[in-house]
């Protein structure tokens, strides 16, 4: 009974959206530079690359990291628990969107849907940058520099 009460109060931390909340993240109306990867549990590369986003989570006030997951919504325990196993800090969110075409664009043009992928998005949303593919420590950190 134990393990399913702190389960419970785990499945709090990945919160469910819909893109329209995506676009309100991709707006940027704020201060903060916002690091926004699309990643799942099944893509190595997303995997691999996590802890690079943790650190920049970790070492920059001023940078938000949000973490977009694109696993299926059925998935929501497993994420859950890859989080909590994971020890991840930055904020992830589950897309509940299956037809990835009819968001994908409106993250970026440059975005041919393969994960994983990021989008770095300046104050107010002056400026951003896509990536797409396993970014390494030094790439994601020289990237975010044009913006801090």
């Known amino acids: 009974m134990a393990a399913f009460t702190s389960f419970s109060s785990l499945a709090q931390g990945v919160k469910v959206v819909k893109f329209d909340s995506i676009k309100e993240i991709l707006k940027n109306d704020s201060d903060q530079v916002k690091v926004v990867n699309f990643w799942a549990t099944w893509c190595r590369p997303c995997i691999k690359e996590l802890p690079n986003f943790e650190a920049i989570n970790a070492s920059h006030k001023n940078v938000e990291v949000i973490l977009v997951n694109l696993d299926f ?26 037809d990835y075409n009819t ?46």
């Open 103 to 148: 968001w994908i664009d409106q993250v970026s043009p440059e975005w041919s849907g393969a994960i994983p992928a990021t989008i770095i998005i300046g104050p107010h949303a002056v400026d951003k940058i896509f990536l797409e593919g396993e970014l390494t420590a030094s790439e994601l950190e020289n990237a975010l520099k044009q913006f801090l």
């Open 73 to 98: 919504v059925e998935g929501l325990e497993k994420v859950n628990r890859f989080v909590e196993q994971r020890g991840l800090k930055s904020k992830v969110i589950l897309l509940d969107e299956i």
